[in-house]
């Protein structure tokens, strides 16, 4: 009945953690908001405050000088005077020019996403399907072209595509009139597409890798012809790859600029060249901060309707 | 424990030479490489049979059953459906359906969704769909349940939305791939119990395939012992446990004693065996296959051997050996008593506890004699 002879706990084990965790204790941090807190600082250093600034700018309006916007505060004989622009919003929506800009960067990055599906979910399937020992070596192929620069990519896509181009030289061999392709739309979805078609079929591949091959036989079994298999089963359970590789494209294509810039013609209007030039051209730094944030607000948008799809998604397959 | 139909004689029609089988499966192989899968079975299943495919893992069972299903295609040999031929049919156009080990329960869709499947399949009109899908929701017992998805299923549920989904097209040949693997142990019980019914209430020809030999012996009609890809035996559960045809079925197949012996009167009414690690002979009460002086098998259940202090007489000098008794597991019901022979041999032997509490049982250390009927045991020669 004694409890005398119960002995004391060991002590506990001195690692050297202990010591840094007492020292952030002490002026009440905690390993975990230090975790939170890095990534934290940085997105606010190098993401909001300097949007915040592009936001800013975008309440001016263009003057000659250094900087050449007039400034949001200004103090004249202790009065301080905070000074709001909005002409330059209002301009985006009085002015053809950026809407329809806005309107075909959205085609256009809608088509080339469209486009870029329709090549990659194949491919993604090829690779998810391919026997192990090549599955590795597929995906490496897809990665490859990323060793080298984008831009030179791009450069090399008019040697293929220009007059006297692989294309149209290959084309005369059989007497076919060298046909017009560089400086034209089409260009640009060939740009778009091959440089953004690894970032759709990534997320699709490793959403395809993971389709239980007896739910496909269950369907079989079941009297679905392939096609049917592939409409019911397959396809609706790849909607997460789908919108996630749609996203990966569609985002940064709207706001593209080096594409279209090499390989588009002065009929292709798009959103990231018109800002461009009111930057370096005009030299009109509100108002191109102000098509920044339009665009910013244009592609957050759907990104959001995305994530809300593809939060129903998962949350229908969330514990299977 | 689940309970076996009660056929009588003329519902057994693998006895009836002239009967026609409804799968016949003819000298199928399958090859995977340099791998043999299956190799040369021949099978034959007859209607509203509860078939089991019995054996360990690689014994090419799953594969067979694959190939019955249409996924896999026979290297050679042929599989025969109600008289038709569908080696080459592609699994969505033959009349089988399956229930896959796993489920394969599709996750997007329903439980009301997951058993309209392959009705939608085929055309059905959408209040036809309606009504057979409220009837196999009754039938499984999950009417209340037909919204929800799979993943807000238990895995009993899951099973049985499983089957329904497998049953839905009413299919003439129902094939079921471990099909209470995944159950624990006593659902696994009542499940049994509900599977033969099922088969029963609706005729349909079941073949099963396991690896849990209790399972086969309490669902089937008739067991396919299956080892290395080859047919052991075909028989039903009682032929299967008693009567094995190999050492490979009689080891399988519960627990076994086997010694083995050598032949010293062979007679058309009876075989002697010499058997050294028994320490006695062995009088079998029958003729059997054999020549004199050839070296055999003999192996005896646990439950068929009798202990007792003192010696039993025998007539024929045979079939009594002693031991000293080294373990005994009490289980309740019965105990089971590992005795070791002069010859250092191990035998188990299992005695049913029908006294309660028996203050004289036999003990530990105890020197025993054991003893068999002249039939009791099999003579094996492979």
Redesign the interface.
């Known amino acids: 009945m004694s409890s005398f002879d119960t002995e004391a706990p060991p002590p506990r084990p001195r690692r050297p953690w202990t010591v840094v965790e007492r020292g952030l204790a002490a002026v009440g941090l905690s390993g975990k908001a230090l975790v939170i807190a890095a990534p934290a600082i940085w997105l606010t250093v190098f993401f909001l405050v300097p949007l915040l600034v592009v936001f800013g700018i975008s309440l001016t309006v263009k003057q000659f000088g250094r900087p050449p916007y007039t400034p949001l505060l200004t103090n004249e004989d202790g009065t301080v005077q905070l000074t709001l622009h909005l002409n330059n919003y209002i301009r985006l929506f009085t002015d053809g020019l950026y809407i329809s800009a806005y309107l075909s960067s959205i085609k256009i990055a809608f088509i080339s996403t469209v486009i870029a599906l329709c090549i990659g979910y194949p491919m993604a399937y090829a690779i998810a399907r391919a026997p192990d020992q090549w599955r590795n070596i597929l995906l490496m192929l897809v990665i490859l072209p990323f060793w080298t620069s984008f831009l030179l990519r791009v450069y090399a896509l008019t040697g293929f595509m220009r007059g006297n181009g692989v294309i149209n030289n290959f084309l005369g061999l059989f007497g076919i009139e060298p046909l017009v392709m560089m400086q034209t739309d089409f260009a640009v979805y060939v740009g778009i597409v091959y440089s953004y078609l690894p970032f759709m079929i990534l997320p699709l591949y490793t959403n395809l890798v993971k389709l239980?091959g007896?739910?496909l036989?269950?369907?079989?079994?079941?009297?679905?012809?392939p096609l049917?298999t592939f409409l019911?089963?397959t396809l609706?359970?790849s909607m997460p790859g789908i919108i996630a590789g749609s996203m990966l494209v569609f985002i940064p294509a709207i706001g593209e600029y080096v594409i279209p810039a090499l390989l588009g013609g002065p009929s292709t209007l798009m959103i990231g060249r018109v800002l461009w030039d009111e930057f370096f051209a005009n030299t009109n730094w509100p108002r191109a901060s102000a098509v920044a944030v339009a665009m910013l607000v244009v592609v957050v948008i759907p990104i959001m309707l995305l994530q809300k799809a593809q939060d129903a998604v998962q949350d229908?397959?969330?514990?299977? | 424990m689940a309970k076996k139909p009660q056929l009588a004689i003329d519902t057994r029609p693998w006895r009836d030479p002239d009967a026609k089988p409804f799968v016949r499966i003819k000298n199928v192989t399958k090859r995977f490489g340099d791998v043999y899968a299956v190799s040369d079975v021949s099978l034959d299943i007859y209607k509203s049979e509860l078939f089991c495919l019995l054996g360990g893992s690689g014994s090419g069972k799953s594969t067979l059953l694959r190939m019955l299903?249409?996924?896999e295609q026979p290297t050679s040999g042929s599989i025969e459906i109600d008289g038709q031929d569908m080696t080459e049919v592609?699994?969505?156009?033959r009349p089988?359906?399956?229930m896959?080990q796993?489920y394969?329960?599709?996750?997007?869709m329903n439980v009301e969704q997951n058993i309209a499947?392959?009705l939608k399949?085929?055309h059905l009109p959408p209040a036809e769909i309606n009504n057979r899908v409220a009837e196999l929701l009754s039938l499984v017992k999950l009417q209340d349940y037909g919204k929800r998805?799979?993943?807000q299923l238990s895995g009993g549920q899951r099973q049985r939305v499983a089957l329904a989904?497998a049953l839905?097209?009413r299919p003439k040949l129902l094939l079921l791939d471990e099909p209470l693997g995944a159950l624990d142990k006593k659902l696994r019980e009542e499940t049994q119990f509900e599977l033969v019914k099922i088969q029963e209430t609706l005729g349909v020809t079941f073949i099963v395939v396991t690896h849990d030999q209790e399972e086969a012996m309490s669902l089937a009609t008739r067991i396919g012992v299956m080892n290395s890809g080859e047919i052991a035996m075909i028989g039903e559960p009682t032929d299967i446990y008693e009567f094995p045809n190999s050492k490979f079925v009689a080891g399988f197949i519960g627990s076994v004693n086997m010694v083995e012996g050598i032949v010293i009167e062979d007679e058309p009414d009876h075989v002697r065996i010499r058997s050294g690690e028994l320490g006695c002979d062995i009088f079998v009460g029958h003729g059997v296959d054999c020549a004199p002086d050839q070296i055999l098998w003999w192996a005896i259940r646990p439950e068929k051997i009798t202990l007792s202090r003192d010696k039993p007489e025998n007539a024929e000098d045979a079939n009594v050996t002693q031991g000293i008794v080294e373990e005994i597991g009490y289980l309740g019901d019965m105990s089971v008593y590992q005795v070791r022979l002069e010859s250092g041999k191990h035998i188990r032997v299992t005695q049913t506890n029908t006294v309660r509490g028996n203050p004289d049982s036999i003990t530990w250390d105890e020197q025993v004699y054991l003893s068999w009927d002249d039939n009791a045991g099999s003579v094996l020669t492979v």
Do not use: Q, W
């Not at chain 1, 036989?217 to 012809?225: F, I, W, Y």
């Not at chain 1, 229908?316 to 299977?320: D, G, L, M, P, T």
């Not at chain 2, 592609?90 to 156009?93: E, G, K």
């Open positions: 239980d007896a739910l036989e269950a369907s079989a079994d079941l009297g679905a012809r049917r019911t089963i609706p359970l229908r397959e969330r514990a299977k | 299903a249409g996924f592609a699994p969505y156009n089988v359906n399956m896959f796993s394969a329960l599709f996750p997007h499947y392959g399949r085929d998805r799979p993943h989904r839905a097209k």
